[in-house]
């Protein structure tokens, strides 16, 4: 029987990628991918995620259920039936139930990410609550490297109610609880963009799940990948081209990141003191008047979006930071990594 999976990708720059590279990696296997364009292989599916207006995390599992079900119907119907559910969003799973097909996670992030959270919802969470206002404590977690508070994934040290990420957060929370109800049978299992030589400690600590390591799910420059922005290459390359080599200061702040005015002031402040040309990464719908105001005075250049493999290769960057709630300031750069799908 030929095997047809269907991966489910939250709608986000970092989630769609690292999919898309996965379905590249199935395609060299006897497998078809559903992810209504045709390409060979491959066939990508639109999904309404409830967003046309407001309240994203809130609607994306009551509109999503509707339209997912009846992508997998229709799939069926068509002579297409999916064998195996690849999926980000553990709600995802009670559909792949409902209609009796397999399905796994794909966690985008490093097994050391995974375990961190892991543990943070089985044990540690009281322990890193109490102590999240002291940002040099630290966390020993066993089978990974200590971290101290302001290392771990700024998701943990939410403090709160009505923090603007906490509804992610909370997709944090069900992913594992999701994972918890499945070890009724055998071990649920989880794809980690990750190699077995880079987190060997990390892929084993975590026994109650299997973890399969199937990165580095990247690839080069000419690869194919999707932007939600559109970007101004020429004019950021030909900018990056024109500076000295090791001199720019690259700052993303990527697809969802929420920046206060008075936020963006200090970090504008502090680039203009450092003396160094910079690439600031920001929507146009994040940005302050300080932004627009003195955003490229001082040798500096503000666009959309950029492109993180191009950026990340070229000789002139020689601070990168990456601004993301999920991943800890350890793994700033394999985030980046993983978003563009490329390395070095």
Not at 70 to 76: H, Q
Not at 77 to 88: D, M, Q
Not at 198 to 206: F, G
């Amino acid at each position: 029987m030929e095997q047809h999976f269907l991966i489910v990708s939250f709608s986000i720059q970092g989630h769609i990628n690292p999919a898309l590279r996965l379905r590249k990696r199935l395609c060299r296997t006897d497998v078809t991918f559903s992810t209504v364009v045709d390409d060979g292989l491959i066939s990508y599916i639109p999904y309404s995620d409830g967003f046309n207006r407001g309240d994203y995390v809130s609607r994306i599992r009551d509109v999503g259920w509707k339209t997912l079900s009846a992508i997998v119907r229709s799939l069926a119907e068509r002579g297409r039936p999916v064998t195996c559910v690849i999926l980000s969003l553990p709600w995802m799973a009670d559909i792949a139930c409902h209609y009796g097909i397999p399905s796994v996670l794909y966690w985008i992030q490093p097994a050391t990410i995974f375990a961190i959270y892991h543990h943070y919802f089985h044990s540690y969470g009281g322990v890193i609550a109490s102590r999240v206002c002291d940002p040099c404590f630290e966390v020993a977690v066993s089978g990974i490297p200590p971290v101290t508070i302001r290392e771990l994934p700024s998701l943990l040290t939410i403090t709160v109610p009505d923090d603007p990420y906490t509804s992610i957060f909370e997709s944090f929370q069900e992913i594992f609880s999701f994972l918890d109800r499945q070890k009724s049978g055998a071990k649920p299992r989880v794809l980690i963009n990750t190699f077995d030589e880079l987190e060997a400690d990390a892929l084993a600590v975590v026994s109650e799940v299997k973890l399969i390591a199937v990165g580095p799910v990247m690839n080069g420059v000419a690869c194919s990948g999707a932007d939600l922005f559109e970007p101004d290459e020429k004019r950021y390359m030909e900018w990056l081209d024109s500076r000295p080599e090791g001199s720019v200061v690259s700052l993303s702040f990527g697809s969802l990141a929420l920046i206060k005015k008075r936020q963006m002031e200090e970090i504008l402040r502090g680039l203009k003191e450092s003396g160094r040309p910079y690439l600031l990464a920001v929507r146009k719908d994040n940005r302050s008047g300080a932004v627009e105001e003195l955003g490229e005075e001082n040798g500096g250049m503000v666009v959309d979006w950029c492109s993180q493999v191009r950026v990340r290769q070229h000789p002139v960057v020689g601070v990168l930071r990456d601004a993301q709630r999920s991943g800890t300031r350890r793994w700033t750069a394999w985030r980046a990594e993983c978003r563009s799908g490329c390395t070095k």
